[in-house]
């Protein structure tokens, strides 16, 4: 009885303790055949397994995208590291259309972006992929060719004219200036004021028409000798000198439109120099180089046959480095003062993405150099350029002119050919021959 009540009272407190707390429901299995969803695995596994793959799926993504834009930016620096080098080594083939020209004229601008280009080669991702590297390797082959082209422009480069001592007699001084005064800009007495400044010997203006001949009257009492060549054109010339004129000319090279000046320059030692001012045409769209090249080396032709102490000077709308002017100074033997000193750019004023040398003055070996200088703006698109040389014929001894290649004399003679072949009709007698009229005395 007494068992009999345990169980009994076991049996109901069972039954309690079953009723106070009912079996648990069995987990839910997911079947066999149905694939697990996100939620059921995400479910299965501890707290850190879970948070890791959710943020699995969105790395993937980021550094999908990341790829893909490491990707186009490779391919996009490589075409400009393709193009970079091919206008680099365009300008070197013998080619007279104005667009190959005209690509010799920016490579210290094409030096810096390709420097630049090359600098976020090196910052990619990824550097080391093979197609990165072969585009480093164009776009360094390109900075190193244009400064191994600008390098002698520069003052780590040996100079090739002298400069001149302190002791220069004063007679066997020579002070340039060749300015472009762009023949719109109507307004001269800020050019007289620089000109007065400077206080040049002889004075080469480019782009003179009759308004700018008839203010230039003016400065005749400090310049009292000049030789001059009015047009209606961007192409007139007026040289203004304190000394003596011997036997000025006129000419237009190689038939073309516009005049050129040859004259004798008498130093007050009574040395006479041979100066021949040049303008020629530019290349442009739709005008090759040829009538411009043709120009430089008849003058250069000139100087060469003259055989004398040589000064050659004006707006040759040529960069030095370009392979027309060094054949001038070879046929010539000329030397530039801007060789191991600096690159001197002047076009265009006010302008910091288009500046190259186009304005040049050149001597003989037997002068050495005192100043060479850009002068202040004036108005027009050209800055000045001033060089003054001192007359010195010992120095031709220690500053030999590069030597004419086999071949330069007959080049130079072709190409003076071909452009009269294709120039305009001379509005004055040609070539060779003294156009009528030109003021002097």
Not at 22 to 29: F, G, L, S
Not at 82 to 94: N, Q, R
Not at 216 to 225: E, I
Not at 267 to 277: E, I, Q
Request: aromatic share 6%.
């Amino acid at each position: 009885m007494t068992g009999s009540r345990r169980c009994c009272a076991s049996s109901a407190g069972c039954a309690r303790r079953a009723i106070a707390r009912p079996e648990a429901a069995p987990r839910r299995q997911p079947s066999r055949s149905a694939p697990l969803t996100p939620r059921d695995d995400l479910a299965e596994a501890p707290a850190p397994a879970r948070r890791e793959r959710l943020s699995m799926p969105r790395t993937r993504r980021h550094g999908t995208r990341v790829s893909a834009w490491v990707g186009w930016a490779r391919g996009v620096l490589s075409l400009l590291a393709v193009a970079g080098l091919t206008v680099t080594i365009l300008p070197h083939a013998e080619a007279t259309a104005w667009w190959v020209r005209t690509l010799d004229f920016p490579r210290l601008q094409f030096l810096i972006a390709q420097a630049v280009l090359l600098g976020l080669l090196l910052a990619l991702p990824r550097r080391l992929h093979w197609s990165s590297m072969v585009a480093g390797v164009v776009a360094a082959t390109g900075v190193v060719w244009q400064a191994a082209v600008l390098f002698p422009y520069t003052p780590l480069s040996p100079v090739r004219m002298m400069a001149a001592g302190a002791d220069c007699p004063s007679g066997n001084r020579l002070r340039v200036v060749a300015a472009n005064v762009q023949m719109t800009d109507e307004s001269a007495e800020p050019l007289f004021a620089l000109l007065r400044r400077a206080d040049p010997d002889v004075i080469l203006l480019q782009e003179t028409d009759a308004w700018w001949a008839q203010h230039l009257q003016a400065l005749s009492g400090q310049w009292p000798h000049s030789a001059k060549q009015v047009t209606q054109n961007y192409f007139g010339m007026e040289i203004l000198s304190k000394y003596p004129l011997v036997d000025p000319q006129v000419h237009f090279l190689t038939d073309s439109r516009n005049p050129s000046i040859f004259t004798g320059l008498a130093l007050p030692s009574g040395t006479v120099v041979r100066f021949y001012g040049v303008h020629p045409r530019p290349p442009l769209a739709g005008q090759a180089s040829t009538e411009r090249d043709g120009q430089l080396l008849a003058a250069a032709l000139a100087a060469r046959q003259d055989g004398g102490p040589a000064v050659m000077a004006g707006d040759f709308n040529a960069v030095p480095w370009e392979g027309v002017l060094q054949h001038v100074e070879r046929v010539g033997g000329l030397l530039s003062p801007r060789i191991g000193r600096d690159w001197v750019p002047t076009f265009r004023t006010g302008s910091l993405l288009m500046t190259w040398p186009l304005d040049h003055i050149l001597a003989g070996p037997r002068f050495t150099l005192r100043t060479l200088e850009a002068l202040p703006d004036f108005g027009s698109d050209h800055y000045p350029i001033l060089a003054e040389l001192c007359y010195a014929p010992e120095a031709a001894a220690h500053q030999p002119v590069p030597a004419a290649r086999p071949g330069d004399i007959a080049a130079a003679q072709k190409t003076v050919t071909a452009a009269q072949n294709m120039a305009g009709p001379s509005p004055q007698p040609a070539a060779g021959k003294q156009a009528p009229g030109p003021a002097s005395d």
